[in-house]
């Protein structure tokens, strides 16, 4: 039962525009919900996060919103830089002592 | 500040050895987790410590198990190494800040068991 669903496998886009990574999700109970960017054989750097009571979180070139009744969230890059090429995670979590649950991953690649 | 350290970062043994792993978390991170990376798998839980106590357990065998320092430091043992145990094993640190929820990983142990 996969919990937390990035259904695109990638996405492509031009350097300075925007990059919108989507994830979907189907327990409603999650709390956090994480994007972490992972380089091969790396692991995951934590980029942003939101708390399920708020819609929008941002730092810097990064903002992440979420839709509770749609059961959606998705990350913005603006401007998209080459060097965020890389495989974008969307993770939750139930509660703050609990098990980060992963979607599959999207390739973000940026073209200069 | 200084991020989430594993050591070592390599690691080659053979089927049935043991092997321990170390993890030193964020300053002032209370909570340590650790999960497996393999190509097929993805990122997956093993366990978390909180004060020294596990407080969450994933779906592994017995043969893996951890435990944690009174100074937050951490370390994950597996047992009877099984030729599956290859795999990039990431610690975590994390915290609860007000309304926002950050976990950091670090760099990863590549176990390769041949």
């Known amino acids: 039962d996969q919990q937390v669903k990035q259904n695109s496998p990638s996405l492509s886009v031009q350097e300075g525009r925007i990059s919108i990574l989507n994830c979907d999700y189907t327990?409603?109970?999650?709390?956090?919900f994480l994007w972490y960017k992972k380089y091969p054989a790396e692991g995951p750097t934590f980029l942003i996060s939101?708390?399920?009571?708020?819609d929008k979180n941002e730092d810097g070139r990064f903002t992440v919103f979420l839709n509770k009744s749609a059961k959606h969230l998705s990350l913005h890059i603006v401007p998209s830089q080459p060097g965020d090429s890389a495989v974008y995670f969307c993770?939750?979590?139930?509660?703050?002592?609990?098990?980060?649950?992963f979607g599959k991953g999207i390739t973000l690649s940026v073209r200069p | 500040k200084a991020g989430v350290t594993q050591t070592p970062r390599y690691l080659i043994k053979t089927r049935g050895q043991q092997v321990t792993l170390s993890c030193s978390p964020i300053?002032?991170?209370?909570?340590v987790s650790w999960y497996q990376q393999t190509p097929g798998q993805g990122l997956q839980f093993l366990f978390e410590?909180?004060?020294?106590?596990?407080?969450n357990k994933g779906n592994f065998p017995g043969r893996f198990s951890g435990r944690q320092f009174s100074n937050s430091r951490s370390e994950m043992n597996v047992s009877t190494l099984e030729l599956g145990d290859s795999a990039l094993y990431l610690c975590?640190?994390?915290?609860?800040?007000?309304?926002?929820?950050?976990?950091?990983f670090g760099p990863g142990t590549r176990l390769t068991v041949t």
């Open positions: 975590a640190s994390s915290r609860l800040a007000g309304s926002s929820y950050e976990q950091y």
């Open positions: 327990n409603s109970m999650f709390d956090y």
């Open positions: 939101i708390s399920s009571i708020k």
């Open positions: 993770a939750a979590l139930f509660g703050a002592n609990s098990k980060l649950t």
């Open positions: 300053s002032g991170h209370r909570s």
């Open positions: 410590y909180f004060s020294e106590t596990q407080r």
